[in-house]
């Protein structure tokens, strides 16, 4: 992002308000901006989410593809992520500024999603051994407000929960070669069990104490934090570090303790909205595109 040029006496500004944890805004250390969401917005993805965060904007469409299954993993499906960050975000991403740090969520997010715990993916296996489904993920970055890895994370997320996948058959064997057939009614799909996929938590270090979705003032202020990612069971999927400057043996656990009960509390509201928002009326959605 676009380096911000702050003064002596905002720093001081900022490091004295998360001291006494009154933050610019009127947050406290651990507490999130409002977040507007809106899930199924793209009419020809399989699954698609919109999310901001203040001024970070993130649209994200999951679009779903029979594929061949890795050979080291011939009974699973899988996800691919790819992350572009717009040149209307920030003046930073022009030209190539922005796909390093595209890769480095792309990165992250492949981390986050490792492990075996956070979704099932041989509920994505068609025929074992040759055919699956293969979830591709596709983020766009429409604006830059600070904290874009958890963003992302909730974006991508809710885009999963939305995602519907197409139900097929396999027919009768025709010699050796089985037939897939694919289901003439639309809605007949099946959805993905998406509670224990993770959702990221980013703190930042400013003086002895740290918080949750900094600003961009507050990321300037900060020389080190790390991004957590928490699953549905508060369970660290990945962690990594960031900023320069260095991190003590007990803040670290301290900061990953605190991470893991933020995320946790954060995987529980966001499902809960999800929930709340797949009941409502297409009349009471009130979303970017309505």
Request: charge should be negative.
């Amino acid at each position: 992002m676009a380096e911000i040029l702050l003064s002596e006496a905002e720093k001081a500004f900022i490091h004295h308000g998360v001291q006494d944890d009154l933050r610019c805004d009127g947050r406290s250390r651990l507490d999130y901006r409002p977040i507007v969401l809106e899930t199924g917005l793209v009419s020809n993805a399989s699954g698609s989410a919109r999310l901001r965060i203040a001024n970070s904007d993130i649209l994200v469409g999951v679009k779903v593809e029979l594929a061949t299954p890795l050979p080291e993993k011939p009974q699973e499906g899988r996800l691919e992520f790819f992350v572009d960050c717009s040149a209307n975000a920030t003046p930073e991403f022009e030209g190539r500024g922005g796909e390093d740090l595209a890769n480095e969520i792309c990165r992250f997010l492949q981390r986050s999603y490792a492990s075996g715990n956070t979704l099932d993916l041989i509920e994505l296996s068609v025929l074992p051994g040759q055919q699956c489904w293969v979830l591709y993920v596709d983020i766009l970055i429409l604006e830059c407000g600070g904290n874009l890895y958890d963003a992302v994370s909730l974006a991508v997320k809710s885009a999963l929960y939305a995602t519907q996948i197409p139900t097929i058959k396999v027919a009768t064997m025709d010699g050796d070669q089985p037939e897939l057939e694919l289901s003439d009614d639309p809605y007949d799909t099946k959805r993905l069990n998406t509670e224990n996929i993770p959702c990221v938590v980013t703190l930042m270090k400013i003086g002895n104490h740290y918080l949750v979705d900094p600003t961009p003032e507050e990321e300037c202020c900060s020389s080190s934090g790390i991004v957590v990612a928490v699953s549905g069971e508060k369970k660290i999927t990945a962690v990594r570090k960031i900023g320069s400057g260095s991190l003590h043996s007990e803040s670290l656990a301290s900061m990953l303790k605190t991470g893991s009960e933020v995320g946790a509390s954060v995987n529980k509201i966001l499902m809960s909205k999800l929930v709340e928002e797949e009941k409502l009326d297409k009349s009471q959605k009130f979303g970017f595109l309505r």
